[in-house]
């Protein structure tokens, strides 16, 4: 099994066509003040399969890793299955998390790790940090 893409992203979804949209992906995170709540986001994660991985059941495990690579949230489970077809010469699926609420405790780098079948074949870095004022930053 390969990812193809994992990103974190303010929305996404998937066409009856089987395409992935994604819209606003970021790895940046400003919080004014903490403890922060972040109210709504998707981990949007394209996966190629083997011909042996399909037909079985897949289990997909995110976990919310602080920088000390301690645990602080299970974001998402979810079980998947790709049905063998003819014409697949890639076999390949989206699959879309939504996470809601996701509350911060400090400033610094954080991970999601993403587990297929109990390994973990991506993580991706996501930092939170102080905002600044945008008015201060704006070019004239």
Do not use: C, W
């Not at 949230?73 to 390949?92: I, L, R």
């Not at 390994?119 to 004022?133: G, Y």
């Amino acid at each position: 099994m390969e990812i193809d893409l994992a990103v974190l992203a303010d929305a996404a979804n998937v066409t009856v066509e089987g395409k992935i949209n994604i819209i606003g992906v970021f790895r940046n995170f400003l919080a004014p003040t903490l403890p922060v709540t972040i109210p709504l986001f998707y981990i949007a994660v394209t996966l190629t399969l083997t011909e042996v991985e399909l037909g079985g059941s897949h289990q997909l495990e995110i976990h919310f890793r602080n920088a000390n690579q301690e645990i602080t949230t299970q974001v998402g489970t979810s079980v998947f299955m790709v049905q063998p077809q003819k014409d697949y010469n890639y076999p390949m699926i989206n699959l879309l998390t939504r996470v809601a609420n996701l509350q911060v405790a400090e400033y610094g780098l954080y991970f999601f790790e993403l587990i297929i079948d109990g390994a973990i074949i991506k993580t991706i870095p996501f930092f939170v940090s102080h905002s600044f004022n945008m008015q201060q930053n704006l070019l004239t």
